[in-house]
């Protein structure tokens, strides 16, 4: 093997076209890795001893409730935030011009201001306000409303992107709108958004650790607990990263891999 050709698998060559979202997450592995064994070593000599994780061990329980709590919060906000999106969407498009407006103001709004201002306003203001009392469906409504601001926005670029001839020969076919954006336009949309909606779902799984500001119980509270309790900061909060890795790393895989599958020819 020539001492170029390892550096070769990662790098795009004439030779070497593509080297492939697999060969890619080789490297994000292998850094990973790298990085993780700094950390433990950079930790032992910090003080880090046996007793430390064995303490963290005891709290297991603790980090995986948290754990399926936040692939629970994530699961439901995404079916949520999905059909905002969807809705916001069509707002966007519609002729009747408040519902736009309000449409466009929502989108602004969210986008422009940040998730952890929304949750601390929404939860103890909104929420307080309207008799909401549940903590949990409060935050999954939150990070609802924050995601489907960014969905809205890729589905309606979903939309805009199909050629406006395949719209004018759905009209000459006698296509209603609905079975225009059912059989024309959702199928070509929803190829281009795919990979950017396989993104934001791995955001989507971050952005649920804010809302342990609000005393939800996930994964991020979880590794709170633990570090009050056992006064042991790498060793609780280096589960937190393997664990939020474990759950965003196959999603962003999946999302290149997308990316490459579904790339229409120049």
């Given at each position: 093997?020539?001492?170029?050709s390892?550096?070769?698998?990662?790098?795009?060559?004439?030779?070497?076209?593509?080297?492939?979202?697999?060969?890619g997450s080789?490297?994000?592995l292998?850094?990973?890795v790298?990085?993780?064994?700094c950390s433990?070593v950079?930790?032992g000599?910090?003080?880090?001893?046996?007793?430390g994780?064995?303490?963290?061990?005891?709290?297991?329980?603790?980090?995986?409730?948290?754990?399926?709590?936040?692939?629970?919060?994530?699961?439901?906000?995404?079916?949520?935030?999905g059909a905002?999106?969807?809705?916001?969407?069509?707002?966007?498009?519609?002729?009747?011009?408040?519902l736009r407006?309000?449409?466009?103001?929502?989108?602004?709004v969210?986008?422009g201001?940040p998730?952890l201002a929304?949750?601390?306003?929404?939860?103890?203001v909104?929420?307080n306000g309207?008799?909401?009392?549940?903590?949990?469906?409060?935050?999954i409504?939150i990070?609802?409303?924050?995601?489907?601001?960014?969905?809205s926005?890729m589905i309606?670029?979903?939309?805009?992107?199909?050629?406006?001839s395949?719209?004018?020969s759905?009209r000459?076919?006698?296509?209603t709108?609905?079975?225009?954006?059912?059989f024309?336009i959702a199928?070509?949309a929803?190829r281009?958004i795919?990979?950017?909606?396989?993104?934001?779902f791995?955001?989507?799984?971050k952005?649920?650790?804010l809302?342990?500001?609000?005393?939800?119980g996930e994964?991020?509270?979880?590794?709170?607990q633990?570090?009050?309790?056992?006064?042991?900061?790498?060793?609780?909060?280096?589960?937190?990263?393997i664990?939020?890795?474990?759950?965003?790393?196959?999603i962003?895989?999946?999302?290149?891999?997308?990316e490459?599958r579904?790339?229409?020819?120049?």
């Open positions: 093997m020539k001492p170029a390892f550096l070769s698998v990662f790098v795009e060559s004439p030779e070497n076209p593509s080297p492939g979202w697999l060969k080789w490297l994000v292998i850094l990973f790298a990085s993780l064994l433990l950079m930790g000599a910090a003080g880090v001893t046996r007793g994780w064995e303490a963290v061990w005891n709290y297991r329980g603790v980090f995986l409730e948290g754990w399926l709590l936040t692939i629970l919060i994530s699961l439901l906000s995404l079916l949520l935030s905002i999106g969807v809705a916001v969407a069509l707002s966007r498009r519609s002729r009747i011009l408040p407006s309000m449409a466009l103001l929502y989108v602004e969210i986008r201001t998730l929304q949750i601390l306003f929404l939860f103890y909104v929420a309207i008799g909401l009392q549940d903590r949990l469906a409060a935050g409504l990070l609802s409303l924050f995601s489907g601001a960014y969905l926005e309606r670029a979903g939309i805009d992107s199909v050629p406006a395949q719209l004018e759905a000459a076919l006698g296509l709108s609905l079975q225009t954006y059912r024309v199928p070509q929803l281009q795919l990979p950017p909606l396989a993104g934001q791995a955001s989507l799984i952005d649920s650790s809302l342990s500001i609000i005393g939800i994964f991020t509270l979880a590794a709170q633990v570090n009050s309790a056992t006064y042991r900061t790498l060793e609780s909060y280096l589960p937190l990263a664990g939020y890795l474990a759950l965003t790393l196959p962003s895989l999946l999302a290149k891999m997308l490459r579904l790339r229409f020819e120049s």
